[in-house]
């Protein structure tokens, strides 16, 4: 860089006080990025590489760099749906790089508001107040299946759903749209109520 390290220490306390956040922290004799530090180097690393891309641009010559998706995809959801949503992007005649994140919802969604994602797969759409200029789109839909093996299912299958009362069940986490719409199915088959939208479908496995 041709700088005396002095003048680097100035400028990164001065890019700390500018941001209000640390970038470095010590660990011995040695200085190690931050949170914030990772964050700051993927978006230097992205400005540099557009620089680059930039004055190649101008002067006519191709960029060979490929275009970058950054996925973000909710722990919810299962990542053989996530792989058949993102296949497409795989396919198109220019190449593309796909880098994918999970984390929650929340999570992901925050970060795709700061411009760290360019998309997010999740089993819901944004929920109403939060502070996200995105759009919903819905990819596709499917039903639920309730599987058993054979000596239980044939047991169940009368009086279904009635019949898993007391029965041993694995159900999705509580925190999930599915398990929310599950729950108020069984609510609304415990009152009775027979004209509801749910799960239908009992297998034999």
Known sequence: MHLAPQTVSTQIRD????LGEKLFRRSGRRMLLTDVGHVALRYADEIFSL????REALRGQPTGRP???VVGVADVLPKLVAHRL??????????VRIVCREGTPEKLLADLAVHGLDVVLSDA???PGMNVRAHNHQLGSCGVTFMA??????RLRKGFPRSLDGAPVLLPRENTVLRR???EWFDER???RTAVRGPTDWGDR
């Not at 890019?15 to 500018?18: G, L, R």
């Open 15 to 18: 890019f700390e006080t500018a």
């Open 51 to 54: 620089g680059q891309e930039f």
């Open 67 to 69: 275009l970058r998706l």
């Open 86 to 95: 993102i296949k497409p992007a795989l396919l198109l005649e220019e190449p």
């Open 125 to 127: 759409p944004i929920p």
């Open 149 to 154: 093996p054979p000596d239980l299912a044939s």
């Open 181 to 183: 719409e599950l729950d």
């Open 190 to 192: 415990r009152r009775g």
